[in-house]
């Protein structure tokens, strides 16, 4: 497969910069130890209530099979198993972070390969932003998930974004207030998402598209939805497109992905920081929505 040749900019955008200065501040913050508050009190407590040598043992017993797994279908399947586990919870992340760091550093004694990506897809960037950007319903969606051994992915790089990745969105996604529903679509192929890890195995996607309600936009938002039914079939108006051999980490499949007129409800949107109520866009906390808090945690 030939990847699609990019430019790179001449200079960096002043909104990029901006962005990348709120993120800056915010991680700064979040960095500052808190053993002091009830919530450091309790993770703490979390992560030394487990038996790190037990669970070591088992965690490394499940990701056994890792360098054998030389195909996408292979490698998928042990990640299904290590999911259906619970060893790893998807909501870990924010409740054991002692235990999610510590998984992923026994991963990678195993040997990281494009396991390695479809591991931090799965926990990291598919479950951990419905963790940092959805509701409570949303979240308490992710034991079902995890039950079903259920694979997602993150839809979030488009074909002509490049290096801008996240701030150049055209994936579209309108509020329809007849059907009371969203209406997701690719307006062309510059805006199909692209080199989408784990997006070719996956039942589910955390999709970043371009909000628009009563023809305004809102700028990227994240929507929770189903890729395929429940016999592995691609839902109507999707399209999935391999991306093909790599020179490395085969393992790992690669998907460009594109969206006709595809239907979603209402609570595909994950809603931890802005709702549709009475056909209107509505903020529900005093941060805002904004890409960069994609990329942020709680």
């Known amino acids: 497969s030939t990847r699609t040749k990019r430019q790179s900019p001449l200079s960096v955008p002043p909104m990029w910069l901006s962005a990348a200065r709120r993120v800056g501040s915010r991680l700064s913050r979040l960095s500052q130890p808190r053993l002091s508050t009830p919530c450091a009190r309790v993770m703490s407590g979390a992560a030394s209530a487990f038996d790190h040598k037990a669970w070591t043992a088992e965690f490394l017993d499940a990701v056994k099979d890792v360098p054998k797994a030389t195909d996408p279908a292979q490698s998928a399947d042990v990640l299904r198993s290590l999911v259906r586990t ?79 990745s996240g701030l150049i969105v055209e994936t579209t996604c309108d509020w329809d207030p007849t059907s009371q529903e969203f209406v997701l679509h690719t307006p062309s192929d510059k805006a199909a998402k692209n080199w989408i890890s784990q997006g070719y195995t996956a039942e589910l996607g955390v999709v970043i598209a371009d909000l628009r309600v009563g023809g305004k936009s809102h700028g990227p938002h994240a929507f929770l939805m189903d890729l ?71």
């Open 228 to 298: 395929r039914d429940a016999g592995g079939a691609l839902l109507p108006g999707i399209r999935v497109e391999d991306m093909g051999t790599k020179t490395v980490a085969n393992d790992l499949d690669n998907a460009r992905v594109w969206f006709d007129q595809v239907r979603l409800p209402k609570s595909a949107l994950l809603n931890k920081f802005a709702e549709i109520e009475a056909d209107a866009y509505v903020q529900t906390t005093d941060e805002r929505m904004r890409i960069e808090v994609i990329g942020q945690r709680p």
């Open 86 to 164: 619970g060893l790893l919870s998807f909501t870990d992340m924010r409740d054991a972070p002692e235990k999610f760091f510590l998984a992923h550093r026994l991963l990678a004694t195993v040997g990281l390969g494009g396991f390695g990506v479809r591991f931090t897809v799965q926990y990291n960037l598919f479950a951990g932003s419905i963790v940092g950007l959805g509701g409570p319903e949303q979240v308490e969606s992710l034991k079902s998930i995890q039950a079903k051994g259920q694979l997602g992915c993150f839809l979030l790089t488009e074909m002509q974004a490049g290096v801008l």
